[in-house]
């Protein structure tokens, strides 16, 4: 069940099926009429107790528990990025793999560019001691 649906939207759900019952068996345009206002009735009390409830769900909620709730209404389904081909149990080793290779790759190809002299290999700033050195311009 809905967490707005209440007690006053089932009753007057109840009396509406009740004159619609009557209007089906009967023909008169006087049963259409009074089958109509109940159907607007519930209408907009259905409206109005959701309004209500979202109104307090959003002003009660986090900027995470929004999102949530958007997504919610709006009926979106979780992404999933994980890769379907891939074995979920080799999933995390071919990730490994897969930036281990890139960052060698990445390395191979600046060892073999021309160096320029800006490009020198980085000097550590912690000393071995685990002092900073003070030799570093910024």
């Known amino acids: 069940m809905k967490p707005w649906y209440s007690d006053a939207i089932h009753s007057a759900r109840v009396v509406r099926r009740k004159y619609e019952r009557q209007f089906r068996k009967s023909p008169l345009e006087v049963h259409r009429q ?18 209500e409830y979202f109104h307090h769900k959003f002003a ?7 999102f949530r709730l958007v997504d919610n209404l ?3 389904e979780p992404n999933h990025t994980l890769p379907t081909y891939v074995p979920l149990r080799d999933l995390p ?7 281990y290779d890139k960052v060698h790759q990445i ?7 021309p160096t320029l002299p800006f490009l020198t290999t980085p000097q ?9 050195r003070n030799d570093m311009a910024l």
């Open 60 to 66: 009660s909620a986090s900027a995470k528990e929004v």
């Open 34 to 51: 009074i089958y109509v206002d109940p159907c607007k009735e519930v209408v907009q009390l259905i409206q109005n107790t959701k309004k």
């Open 93 to 99: 080793q071919t990730f490994n793999k897969f930036f």
């Open 124 to 132: 550590p700033l912690v000393a071995e001691r685990g002092e900073f």
């Open 74 to 76: 709006l009926h979106k």
């Open 107 to 113: 390395r191979a190809e600046l060892d073999a560019s």
